[in-house]
Every structure is written in C-alpha cells, then in structure tokens.
C-alpha cells in the first residue's frame, strides 16, 4: 500500500483498492459489516481509501470511493460517526432523517441505535470522527447529572453555524494529533474526546437535548476552589472534566457555569492555565529533560505548536526561550 501524501491521516493507510468486494471487507472490519455498491455499471472510477488513527475510545478517519457508491450499514450498534465532507456530496438517512451533505455546508451525524443509509456521490471525500457509544453515554451521563445513556441526534450539522465551525476545528485538532506520529499523552487525547462530545451533545439537537436544556442549581464557591485544587493537583493525568466535577461533589453542568460566573473562563480552560503552569515549571527546572518536546508532553500537551502559542500568549516568551533561561 503506497501513502498518497496529499491526502489527510496519508501515514495511516489501512485501506487502498479498486476492488468493492475487497472495499466492503476491509471496512467492514474497522467500522461494521455492511453492503457497500457501486452505482456505476462498470465503476471504473472506483478506488476505496481509508485512513484511520485510533485514540482509545475515539477516532478519526479519512474516507472515499470515487465512484457513486450506496452504503447500507444498518444500525451501528457501538460507535456514533460525524461524517463532515471535504468534497462533493452524499445523501444520509439516519432514522427517519435526511441530510443532504455537502463539503462546507451541510456535515452528518450516524447514531448506533438508527438504521442508516447512505448515497455518496462520485468525488465525495469525508473525514470521519468516530465516538464510541459508551464514551458519548458517559458524557451526557455527566453533563446530564443522570446515569449514562446514549441519546439519538438528528442527522444533520449546518457547518456554517458555530457548532459546526467548532466542530470542524474540533477534527482538525484530532487530524493534527495524528499526524504528530508520536504516542500522545493521555492527558491530551481525554481532552479532544471530552472537546468532540460535548460540542455534539451541548450544540447538536438529539433526543435529550430538552433535559440538557434544563438550569442547573448553583453550587456554593466552595465547590469552584475544590475543583481548582484538584485540577491543580492533576493536570498532567488523563483527567476529564467530568471527574473534575466529580471531584468539586457537583454536577457537570453546575461547575461548568460557575466557573464561568465565578473565573470568567471555562474547566477546559482551566485545565490548559494548570498545564501551562505545569509547563512553565518543566522548562525551569534545571534537573528536567532537555527538550521542548518532552516537557511538554510531560505537562499534558499533544501538539507542539498549539502549546508553544498558548505558551506565549500566556508568558509572553517562547517555550524554547524559557529553556534557554534555565542554564
């Protein structure tokens, strides 16, 4: 299998053919069995690619076809797909709902408990986050303040919206990480899960979103200073913000919003302040590592350079420059 080095994740080739029956069983066994065929009597344009990197309970993935294909998965069962284009066009139906997808316009979203079905057309490319179920499960369990359960959205995401635009950075993060080509800290990929859930279930319209839309009881300040001590204690760990909550003994939704009455800012942006301290702290130390990378992989940080800006927006001074203060 030759990379083709324009194309997204083209280091993580898992599928490069012409042939459908060999397409339908190779995908088949990284997404789910289903019956894939070309529309095209001959389809001689057919050439399935398929370019996956898996992160736990999460993935993203670079998919086409060529041809005009018809895709019938059925239900999915144990993951969610957001399918956004990134050319041409396809017809979703998932459930009893339509989305006419089209690159820049209209994404979709493949809930696992929905049949689906699928035309795409001749030229369409997608790139493809995967959410396994019981991850988005446990996401609104946490934002919900209830147990997990995995909602049902509707299929389609107008790209154009600030969902959808926080969404397509949300991706271009995840291909990002990716094509770091080096093992990411835990810290990091809980971070991108956590960021792709629960952009989908606070923005995107599902079967629970009136119960998400419900107000929440205030907690008392005590609960904020909690939190901020736990996060200040691990912030290098994998931790979400759903055990930050948990450690604050409040619900999700509750803290989120007192931070934001009480600090300005959100937990997210709480936990990448601790990590650019934990940092800071890293380049200083005249016993650490030596290299930008490894300190801050140490501190919770997946990709260099969003760190290195955070980093100087924050300090005012490079990481490298920081290191270089040290000696």
């Given amino acids: 299998m030759t990379p083709t080095p324009d194309l997204p994740l083209a280091r993580n080739a898992v599928v490069d053919t012409r042939r459908p029956d060999e397409a339908r069983e190779a995908i088949g066994r990284i997404f789910c069995p289903h019956f894939l065929s070309p529309l095209e009597r001959r389809a001689e ?38 399918q956004i284009p990134l050319k041409g066009r396809a017809r979703v139906r998932c459930g009893t709902r339509v989305a006419e997808a089209e690159a820049g316009r209209t994404a979709s979203v493949l809930s696992p408990m929905l049949a689906t079905r699928m035309t795409w057309q001749a030229g369409c490319e997608k790139l493809i986050v995967l959410v396994e179920r019981e991850a988005m499960a446990a996401r609104y369990g946490a934002l919900a303040d209830r147990p997990a359960a995995a909602p049902a959205f509707d299929t389609a995401v107008d790209l154009d919206g600030p969902v959808g635009m926080a969404l397509q950075r949300q991706a271009a993060a995840l291909l990002a990480a990716a094509d770091a080509g080096a093992r990411l800290p835990a810290a990091y990929l809980a971070t991108l899960r956590d960021g792709v859930t629960t952009l989908m279930l606070a923005g995107l319209r599902h079967d629970r979103t009136d119960v998400l839309a419900r107000p929440t009881a205030a907690p008392a300040p005590a609960a904020v200073r909690r939190a901020e001590a736990f996060i200040a204690e691990n912030a290098g760990r994998a931790i979400s913000t759903a055990d930050v909550a948990a450690a604050a003994g409040v619900c999700l939704r509750s803290l989120q919003d007192a931070f934001r009455r009480a600090r300005g800012h959100t937990i997210t942006e709480a936990l990448q302040a601790a990590r650019l ?21 140490a501190a919770g940080f997946g990709h260099l350079g969003r760190a290195a800006a955070a980093y100087r927006e924050r300090f005012g001074e490079s990481p490298s420059e920081t290191l270089r203060r040290r000696r």
Wanted: proline letters at 5%; a negative charge; glycine letters at 10%.
């Fill in 45 to 82: 344009g057919f050439h399935a690619r398929h370019h996956a990197a898996t992160f736990g309970d999460f993935s993203v993935n670079y998919v086409a076809y060529g041809a005009t294909v018809e895709i019938d998965p059925g239900e999915l069962a144990r993951f969610y797909l957001l």
């Fill in 277 to 297: 301290e934990r940092l800071r702290a890293g380049l200083l130390d005249p016993d650490g590592p030596a290299l930008v990378a490894d300190i801050a992989f």
